[in-house]
T-cell receptor, first 117, second 113 residues
Framework: GENVEQHPSTLSVQEGDSAVIKCTYSDSASNYFPWYKQELGKRPQLIIDIRSNVGEKKDQRIAVTLNKTAKHFSLHITETQPEDSAVYFCAADTRRGRMNSGYALNFGKGTSLLVTP | GAVVSQHPSRVICKSGTSVKIECRSLDFQATTMFWYRQFPKQSLMLMATSNEGSKATYEQGVEKDKFLINHASLTLSTLTVTSAHPEDSSFYIC?????????FGPGTRLLVL
């Protein structure tokens, strides 16, 4: 299927610093790009999403930017706190199959974020 | 946000047995649900798309005869792992779509001995 690439795979920052995670996608028909936070052994939790008619979206300390021409989107976390430590996944809504089988989320490989006090 | 429940949360079974996992959308109707599998320290891999009232659509490499999916109603999809083997041990997570947003169930941790 279509790929979603995510970088970096691990990221360590000091408390209060910013963290940036970047993703690229290949399906030009993708229009929806959510970010999920997953703590160990738990379900992925949606933290922010962006649709293709918007270039940037912000929710308190979290922001996401989208460049549809370049097919990449990024997650920005400012003023990081130890509780931000988790695995973050980007995803892109991707066409399934050739015969209009609908859309499903394809996930990046994840970024393990560690915020040290 | 919308709530998705999943049952059971944890299963330990012997090799060769079948395991059924239920996924429910509690406060909305979902014509489409998704089943993912996640191995330790890896990403979520889509196994299949479950469509209410019709056959599931499986991703390449996923055996449809081994992973049986039934979407009998707008709020319930089930995944049955038939003749489970130790390599099927994984974290299985379902997801349901509400207004373009996908919400995830809490997951089922399957351990096959």
């Amino acid at each position: 299927g279509e790929n979603v690439e995510q970088h970096p795979s691990t990221l360590s920052v000091q408390e209060g610093d910013s963290a940036v995670i970047k993703c690229t996608y290949s399906d030009s028909a993708s229009n929806y790009f959510p970010w999920y936070k997953q703590e160990l052994g738990k379900r992925p939790q949606l933290i922010i999403d962006i649709r293709s008619n918007v270039g940037e979206k912000k929710d308190q300390r979290i922001a996401v930017t989208l460049n549809k021409t370049a097919k990449h989107f990024s997650l920005h976390i400012t003023e990081t706190q130890p509780e931000d430590s988790a695995v973050y996944f980007c995803a892109a809504d991707t066409r399934r199959g050739r015969m209009n089988s609908g859309y499903a989320l394809n996930f990046g490989k994840g970024t393990s974020l560690l915020v040290t006090p | 946000g919308a709530v998705v429940s999943q049952h059971p949360s944890r299963v330990i079974c012997k090799s060769g047995t079948s395991v059924k996992i239920e996924c429910r959308s509690l406060d909305f109707q979902a014509t489409t649900m998704f089943w993912y599998r996640q191995f330790p320290k890896q990403s979520l891999m889509l196994m299949a798309t479950s469509n209410e009232g019709s056959k599931a659509t499986y991703e390449q490499g996923v055996e449809k005869d081994k992973f049986l999916i039934n979407h009998a109603s707008l709020t319930l999809s089930t995944l049955t792992v038939t003749s489970a083997h130790p390599e099927d041990s994984s974290f299985y997570i379902c997801s349901a779509r509400a207004h373009e947003t996908q919400y995830f169930g809490p997951g089922t941790r399957l351990l096959v001995l």
